[in-house]
């Protein structure tokens, strides 16, 4: 079986600021003053981070700290797993909504209903153990990362499949557009407004 690409996104450049179309493998084509290509790619592996992103990295492929008294903690066991699960959560996730916390995010389970992390509930001090990469694009692209966490019976299946294209939200719009195949008019599928907390489906 061949490994789909499912979602590419459609954002301004973090570094060149023109509006690109990103993967988990592919680069900014934008040429820049002297001929040069931009060359932008979205952070997989720690070093290609910014600070935010490593920070992020760290923090989900280390134990929760043993003072954490509230909140909710996710770590995967093996420091290299988090830039594997990274690929693979923009290679293949499917895009979903939490409509509890507002926000559109891209999941998978990379070993099926095998565990994959842990997940560390500081109220209750327990552990369990997590399925699902759970990649949330409410943050600039730069820093999108993944969390790991248990499938929701709230969460709200938007698409999946080849070809999916997700337009963040830039200085022209405030919504989320996502569209099958090529992004035009006629291939909108889902529209989604943070800040009204509405979605609607097109077709
Ligand atoms: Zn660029």
Known sequence: MGRRTVAFFQVTCPHCHKPTL????????????????????LPILYHEGNSKYRDKYEKHTTPPPPDMVSGVYSW?????????????????????????????????????????????????GTVIAATVVLMPLNSKPQNYHHFYSNYEPHFQYLADGPGLIIEAPDGSHADFRVYRGERKPSSLLHTYHPNAQSGQRIV
């Open 22 to 41: 990103l993967g988990p493998n592919g680069q900014c084509f934008h040429i820049l003053k002297g001929g040069v290509v931009c060359g932008y790619s």
């Open 76 to 124: 995967a066991p093996a420091s290299g797993d988090y830039a594997q699960h990274q690929e693979f959560v923009m290679a293949s996730g499917s895009l979903h909504l939490d409509p509890a916390f507002n926000y559109l995010f891209l999941w998978t389970t990379p070993r099926d209903n095998k565990p994959v992390a842990n997940v560390f509930y500081a109220s209750s």
